[in-house]
Structures are given as structure tokens and as C-alpha cells.
């Protein structure tokens, strides 16, 4: 599709969607904060819902509040499938997930105006609360949607604030009929923003994505005795504070030491009371482990939980641990994957297959279809930050690659 008559994707009309978007939740700083199930997040679903009527598309909803909008609207058969999501973590930037949902919106719209001769319908989603920051596990929606969790057991889960996930569907009325798990699609393609400094390092445009690195999230609950703060000896305390900081500083040196892919994160800290003048009675923390090897993961899941058990024996606390999600990594549909980078290659592009980093809804599609992601450079590989950018050339890039894939897809 690069003579130079063949339908194109239209950067302006992308480029102030993604700006309109970004007003939701805007954080004044040049980020968003669209949390899942949130008044904002409400507020980007409906404004998305709009361009999706605003083309004919046939909007459904299922019943975890995910969004697909298909073409033709009549259509019965399986579609190839594009999308990612528009919830945001409480400091996004303006394009993770967003520039997956619209480029995909973007594709469409031009595949319609094409007027193409299609051979199976397209169709393009956004799934709900694939951060995973409110209520988790990450890819949370995708997840129900491909029958990896069951609808009820997401429906009851409990986010960080205490809200339950059906009670915030209900509120913000995006409880639909779509059963879950959804029918599969034909194929998917997930166009995101990298994330992480490779495709800028190597100089490369264009990431073909390979596969997901595996995640294993914990909520780690240390309870201890709060005492106070002047008149307790060292020796008579049970300091909850002091055994998640340990662990902490042992997460970063088990992940220094084994050195790249290993990564770890301890994102969230709470401290109950959390006063000056207490020692806490108990610490809540969690703990983001991955690696691209799942007995890597495994070795650093089990290091860390025997380090947890002997700093709870010294300082006489209780350490609790609680998965908040944990998924294996995965391998994207091989035939997928070069098509990415043959297409990428075809437009002139410079192309590097690579992992993700981040967690996607692409991993969990991939258990249903043949699947793929199509990457774009992070401007100092910043992401999860207002500061997140990618190159306008770069954005256009990765919508052409992905509006190409989508039309090989849907003619083929
Ligand atoms: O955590 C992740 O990798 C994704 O942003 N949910
Ligand atoms: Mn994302
Ligand atoms: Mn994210
Ligand atoms: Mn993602």
C-alpha cells in the first residue's frame, strides 16, 4: 500500500483526536489522569464512543466495559481486531494506550472512506482498566475478555480506594450485553508507544514486537506493633517501616545484581498510622518483578519472599504476601510479527524486533488470535510521566505501519 494512490491515514485528523483526548484528565503539566472506571475516564470513553457512532461503526459493550467499535456495522463474521485502552495511570502521558485506541479509529475511518473491498470486517477497541493502578490485575479488561478471568470474580474485585469494579461500571453506565468471554477475533494488532529507551537508542523507528515479558505484581502487607517514637527502645521494636524499606533496598539489588531484563519496582507505600511520632503499626507495599524468562521471574519471586520470611523472624512482624497479577511471558504469532516488520520495512522505515517491557492488551488477545504490536519511539524512553513524547513523524509512522497491516488483514 505505498504507491503513492493508495488510501492514506490522515495525520492532522489523528493528531487532534489525540489532543481532544488528552483534554480529558488534563493534568496541566502535559499529562493525563484518567484512572479506570473514573468520571475522567468516563468522560474519554463517551467522547471515543461518539467518533465510533460519528462513523457508522456498531458500538458494543460487554459486560467487564469493554468497547468495540465494528465496520460494517451488520457484520457477523470474526473481525480483525485493533485497539489498547484510554485509562490512563494518575500521572499518563497523552499517548499511552490513546494512540493505539485512535490510530486504530484512524485506520478505519480511512478504510471506510477507501471504500476497500473487505473480506472480513474491522473493528476497533478500547478494553478497560489495563493499568491495573486502580484495581488490578493489569489488563484487566482484556483479561475478561478472553476468558482469563471469569466476569463475576472481575465484577467483585475491590480497587485500591476501596470501590468495587461493577458498582463503577454501573455508575458510569458502561455495563453492556457483550457476553465475556467475547467471541475471538480474527486476528489483533496493537500499535503503542515503546516505552523504554531501545527503538530511540538504536535509532530505529519502527518496533516489531516480539513477545511480553512475564509480571508478577504482590501486595505485601507487614503488620508490627506501633509504639512510640521516643520512648521505645531499638531493641523492643517490631517496625513494620523498617522491614518494607529492607525489603525495598533487597528488590533493587536482587534486580541489580541480576542485571538486564530483570526489573523491579516498588511503586506503592503506605504506612498505618503514618505519623512522625509512631512507629507504625503496619506497612502495605507492592512489589512489580519481570524478566522475559519465567524461571528468572519464578527464582526472583521465591528470593524475595525467603528474604521476606527472615527479616519478619528478626524483627518479630508478620509479612503477608498477595498476587495482584502474574502472567508468564509470551510469544507473539510468528507469522504476525514478520508481517509487522515486513510492512514497517516496505514503508522505508528502519525496524527492530524486540520484547516489551510494559505490560499490553496484545498478550492477552495473543491467547485467542494470531497477534502482533507495532512499536513507536519514547523521547528519552520516558513513559508513565507527564514528560512521555514520541516524535509527531513518529506517531504518523506507526499509524501507517498499522493502518497497512489492518488493510492486508481485512483483504487478504
Ligand atoms: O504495567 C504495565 O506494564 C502496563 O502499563 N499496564
Ligand atoms: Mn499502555
Ligand atoms: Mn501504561
Ligand atoms: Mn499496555
Do not use: K
Not at 37 to 52: H, I, K, N, P, Q
Not at 70 to 98: C, F, M, Q
Not at 193 to 214: F, K, N, R, Y
Amino acid at each position: 500500500m505505498t504507491d503513492t494512490d493508495a488510501p492514506a491515514i490522515s495525520w492532522p485528523r489523528l493528531e487532534a483526536r489525540l489532543a481532544e483526548l488528552a483534554r480529558i484528565g488534563d493534568t496541566g503539566d502535559g499529562g493525563c489522569s484518567r484512572l479506570a472506571l473514573t468520571d475522567a475516564d468516563r468522560e474519554g470513553r463517551d467522547l471515543v464512543v461518539s467518533w465510533m457512532r460519528e462513523l457508522g461503526l456498531r458500538v458494543d459493550v460487554d459486560g467487564i466495559g469493554n468497547v468495540v467499535g465494528t465496520w460494517p456495522a451488520d457484520a457477523t463474521e470474526a473481525p480483525v481486531l485493533t485497539g489498547s485502552h484510554i485509562d490512563t495511570v494518575r500521572t499518563g502521558g497523552r499517548y499511552d494506550g490513546n494512540l493505539g485506541v485512535l490510530a486504530g479509529l484512524e485506520a478505519v475511518e480511512t478504510i471506510i472512506t477507501s471504500g476497500l473491498e473487505l473480506a472480513r470486517p474491522v473493528a476497533v477497541a478500547f478494553f478497560t482498566g489495563e493499568e491495573g493502578s486502580r484495581f488490578a490485575p493489569d489488563m484487566f479488561g482484556s483479561l475478561v475478555y478472553v476468558g482469563g478471568l471469569p466476569l463475576e470474580e472481575a465484577l467483585d474485585t475491590v480497587a485500591v480506594d476501596g470501590a468495587v469494579v461493577g458498582d463503577e461500571l454501573e455508575r458510569i453506565g458502561y455495563v453492556g450485553p457483550l457476553p465475556c468471554p467475547a467471541r475471538p477475533p480474527a486476528a489483533f494488532v496493537e500499535l503503542h508507544i515503546e516505552q523504554g529507551p531501545v527503538l530511540e537508542a538504536e535509532g530505529d523507528t519502527i518496533g516489531a514486537v516480539t513477545g511480553v515479558q512475564g509480571i508478577s505484581w504482590q501486595e505485601v502487607t507487614v503488620t508490627g506493633q506501633s509504639n512510640h517514637a521516643g520512648t521505645t527502645p531499638m531493641d523492643h521494636r517490631h517496625d513494620p517501616a523498617y522491614v518494607a524499606a529492607a525489603l525495598a533496598v533487597f528488590v533493587r539489588e536482587l534486580a541489580d545484581e541480576a542485571g538486564p531484563p530483570q526489573v523491579a519496582t516498588v511503586g506503592r507505600v503506605e504506612l498505618h498510622p503514618n505519623l512522625v511520632n509512631v512507629v507504625p503499626a503496619r506497612a502495605t507495599f507492592t512489589v512489580d518483578l519481570r524478566h522475559t524468562d519465567d524461571d528468572a521471574l519464578r527464582a526472583a519471586e521465591e528470593a524475595f519472599a525467603a528474604r521476606a520470611d527472615a527479616l519478619a523472624a528478626t524483627e518479630g512482624v508478620t509479612v503477608e504476601r498477595r498476587s495482584l497479577a502474574r502472567f508468564a511471558p509470551v510469544e507473539f504469532d510468528a507469522g504476525m510479527v514478520d508481517r509487522v516488520e515486513r510492512t514497517a520495512r516496505a514503508r522505508g522505515h528502519s525496524v527492530r524486533r524486540m520484547p516489551s517491557g510494559a505490560g499490553h492488551d496484545a498478550q492477552m488477545l495473543a491467547r485467542v488470535c494470531p497477534t502482533a504490536m507495532v512499536f513507536t519511539p519514547s523521547v528519552d524512553g520516558i513513559s508513565h510521566n507527564p514528560d512521555e513524547h514520541t516524535l509527531p513523524a513518529d506517531l504518523e509512522a506507526g499509524a501507517g505501519v498499522l493502518f497497512d497491516v489492518l488493510v492486508q488483514l481485512a483483504t487478504e
